[in-house]
């Protein structure tokens, strides 16, 4: 039966992704479950997006309410559940304004629009280019892709969007070598997600902001990743004492529905105005109604400091996995997103959690991602925990 699925995908759905052999179907909190009745406990959340969990009945009851009310109306008019979660937003970050649209890259997108507009409407057109980083990843569509820091993606889709520089992470003196006269952003994730969750200094972000404000430029944040709760804070930027300009959102803002926001300064949003841009499906009621839930469950103080607790204890456990074998070269992250650096191929390890019940994620090549849902219990982290020392003593006494 299985087999049978799997063939029958590969006949029609586009070949863009290598996909694991194995038929999801439904979840529950931690859990999913496959064709063959075969348990995973989920340490992606579908690439740090289902952060309540899944089949959440929190938010299965907001969307089928929602479902029966008013699903969709365009953004000709106003209605509710978006302006409450723009509120929820904008009392919850340094933003006054917000524009939804649909995914990660769609939200850059909007950034990188806003960031040029911002300056044309200043009078200083000349000022367009963005400084980006090496290992970045910002998304897929053609202006994304240009201002990602990674050339085997990019191969292939010549010529991309020209103004857009590289500098390496986490790397100031590059930065200050590269910001002349025509730059109009410096356009970052605080923690490298795709990149292999790479965290920079804790100075950094902040130089960053200085360097901006003192150049007169704008600081935007691609939090698609490790926004709302994903490293213990509601934004990864509070760890840090700053706040940029301008901030995507996308992956766990709806918790799977699909759903993206670009958020600015009152001073930065006002450069768009009616028919600078826009979205159909854009914070439609549907997508806002668990955008809420998500939103007021996950700025709560508590359910945050759980989530850093958490972290904190999952991040401990892989360290002393580290002390025991050798082909563990490095382990950080924050919060509940945690990468695991390898002296060898991540993905036979990735294949061998698989058989033992675990989904997992390598980037890069050797680096172990761990992004779980925010309410993974210990028991479960423990669990993963014997996994992976089973598989890396496996593979030690292979050799
Ligand atoms: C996933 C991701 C994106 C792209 O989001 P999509 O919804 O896939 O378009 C952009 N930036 C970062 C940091 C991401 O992790």
């Known amino acids: 039966m299985k087999n049978d699925i799997i063939k029958k995908a590969d006949r029609v759905i586009a070949a863009t992704y290598a996909r694991f052999p194995i038929v999801l179907e439904k979840g529950k909190g931690s859990k999913v479950w496959d064709t063959e009745g075969t348990v995973y ?13 899944h089949a959440n009945p929190d938010i299965a009851n907001a969307l089928a309410r929602q479902a029966e009310t008013l699903i969709h109306v365009s953004n000709l008019y106003y209605t509710i559940p978006q302006i409450r979660v723009a509120e929820l937003l904008v009392e919850n970050s340094f933003a006054d304004r917000v524009f939804f649209c649909n995914s990660g890259a769609e939200a850059n997108e909007a950034a990188i629009k806003l960031a040029r507009k911002y300056f044309k409407e200043k009078g200083d057109p000349s000022r367009f280019r963005i400084i980006a980083m090496e290992q970045s990843f ?103 004492q700053i706040e940029p300009d301008i901030m995507t959102l996308a992956k766990a803002l709806a918790n799977g529905v699909p759903m993206g926001a670009m958020l600015a300064t009152e001073s930065v949003a006002k450069a768009f105005t009616a028919g600078s841009h ?62 695991v650096k390898l002296e060898i191929a991540g993905h036979s390890i ?22 779980p849902p925010l309410i993974i219990k210990d028991g479960e982290i423990d669990a993963l925990i014997e996994c992976l020392d089973q598989v890396f003593q496996e593979i030690r006494y292979s050799k």
Do not use: W
């Open 138 to 240: 910002h998304g897929r569509t053609m202006a994304t892709l240009s201002a990602t820091g990674q050339e085997k993606i990019k191969k292939g889709f010549d010529p991309l969007l020209t103004g857009f520089d590289f500098v390496p992470f986490n790397n100031i003196k590059a930065i200050e070598e590269k910001v002349d006269s025509s730059t109009c952003a410096i356009l970052t994730e605080p923690i490298q997600g795709e990149g292999g969750v790479r965290c920079p200094d804790p100075e950094y972000l902040q130089r960053l902001r200085k360097i901006c404000s003192e150049a007169g430029i704008l600081l935007i944040l691609d939090e698609i990743q490790t926004g709302i709760g994903r490293t213990g804070r509601l934004f990864a930027y509070e760890h840090y």
């Open 41 to 53: 406990t989920d340490f992606l959340s579908g690439i740090a997006v289902c952060s309540l969990g």
């Open 350 to 371: 990735v294949n061998e959690c698989l058989k033992k019940g675990f989904l997992i994620n390598c980037i890069q090549e050797n680096i172990l991602r761990f992004a």
């Open 278 to 339: 826009a979205s159909t499906f854009g914070g439609t009621p549907i997508v806002s109604a668990a955008s809420q839930v998500v939103l007021k469950t996950v700025a709560n103080k508590e359910f945050l400091k759980n989530c850093r607790d958490k972290g904190v204890y999952f991040k401990e456990k892989l360290q002393q996995l580290k002390k025991k074998y050798s082909m563990i070269s490095e382990v950080r992250g924050l919060g509940l997103l945690l990468g």
